[in-house]
């Protein structure tokens, strides 16, 4: 058996990021994920310029061998049925397209940890002060990095009282005819807010690539939201009637209606499988990169002592970047018909779906990149 400082469950940005910035601490760090990379993985799919900083990426780099990294220069915003207003951010991108795929990929390539993909945690359990991981691994440390299903989360109590936000997607190669006609800008991605405020969907074109999709705090019938959505993009001519119509669902909790906790004895959780999703726009990427950077800067310091004493700065960290969670009890109460008819018409204001909807909800302008 294997003897490991840290063992991180999930190789997606979460887990990757904190394997990377733990390099050059003296720590033996290993990544499983059930998963050969690269892999698909649901997400509409953009970075703002903060997480390129957080990332230390080498954008040069990045394109190489054909990734994608479509810079991003504006939005058009409205209400799903009511049209949409643009909004011009300057010359200067305020964010970038990736395909999950080439993203999560080329991040576990360089993160420095050793690699075991294609391995599913199958088992875990306590011996002494160390876990003992599918029987091969030694270590006093497991990250969960595993997304909304992850397996260390649910051995932490997740599943109790959360509120799941479900949503739907489809990204695909779009044929050349295709892109003639598709009026989607690469450069102006397109999101539109359901009637009742519970969700929005988005169109997403980033090169040669169309990416398609609807998510919803209410997750009650969201195939036929969907479809729906779809349908009437297709009638608007924003999307290609031949577009697909097979989506791929996933799941995942907002930060502040998220009931799981960030640690445990000889566990911390970063990313998805921690529920850190931006309450406002669903957004889980610079969360899983910042949660991981936090983490990472406590696990240095906890060195091989990690009882939840030792642990507790990194719940202290997030609260002081993300804001104190809502009591466990506490679920939001849907939008009154007064409330979505005042959000309906704010949607309609240029000052709102600039100032408020792109520049606070999704690029998060207001906060600045953390450091390395």
């Not at 050059?24 to 310029?49: E, M, N, Q, Y």
């Not at 949409?84 to 305020?94: K, M, N, R, T, Y």
């Not at 980033?206 to 969907?226: F, I, S, T």
């Not at 969360?287 to 009882?307: C, F, G, K």
């Amino acid at each position: 058996m294997e003897r490991r400082d840290v063992v991180i469950v999930g190789g997606g940005p979460a887990g990757s990021t904190l394997a990377w910035a733990l390099r050059g601490s003296g720590l033996a760090v290993s990544v499983l994920d059930r998963r050969h990379f690269p892999r698909d993985k649901t997400c509409a799919g953009w970075i703002t310029p903060a997480v390129v900083r957080e990332l230390a990426l080498d954008v040069q780099d990045y394109r190489r061998d054909g990734r994608v990294l479509q810079p991003i220069n504006g939005f058009r915003v409205g209400v799903i049925g009511a049209g949409e207003l643009a909004s011009d951010h300057g010359a200067e991108p305020v964010s970038f397209g990736i395909r999950r795929s080439e993203f999560d990929a080329y991040l576990l390539g360089r993160c420095g940890a050793e690699l075991y993909t294609g391995a599913p945690l199958a088992k875990l359990c306590r011996d002494g002060a160390d876990w003992i991981v599918n029987d091969t691994l030694r270590t006093p440390l497991v990250v969960g990095a595993g997304g909304h299903y992850c397996p260390v989360a649910r051995m932490l109590g997740e599943g109790r009282g959360e509120t799941v936000v479900a949503a739907q997607e489809i990204e695909f190669e779009l044929s050349p005819a295709q892109q003639a006609r598709c009026p989607v800008r690469g450069t102006e991605p397109r999101l539109y807010f359901c009637a009742d405020l519970k969700g929005y969907g988005w169109v997403f074109r980033k090169g040669e690539w169309l990416n398609v999709g609807l998510g919803r705090e209410d997750p009650h019938r969201l195939g036929a939201h969907v479809e729906a959505f779809r349908a009437r993009l297709v009638r608007d001519g924003v999307l290609p009637a031949d577009t697909p119509v097979r989506f791929k669902g996933h799941a995942y909790l907002l930060y502040d209606h998220a009931p799981r906790p960030l640690i445990g004895d000889g566990i911390v959780l970063v990313g998805d499988a921690a529920g850190l999703a931006y309450t406002r726009s669903g957004e889980g990427i610079r969360p899983a990169v910042e949660s991981a950077l936090l983490a990472a800067r406590v696990i240095r310091a906890a060195r091989d002592d990690v009882r939840p004493a030792r642990l507790a700065p990194y719940v202290s960290a997030m609260e002081a970047r993300f804001g104190r969670r809502a009591a466990r009890d506490v679920v939001p109460p849907p939008p009154s018909r007064l409330r979505q008819a005042l959000g309906r018409y704010l949607l309609g204001t240029r000052w709102f779906t600039r100032r408020v909807v792109t520049e606070r909800w999704f690029l998060h302008r207001q906060q600045a990149a953390l450091s390395l």
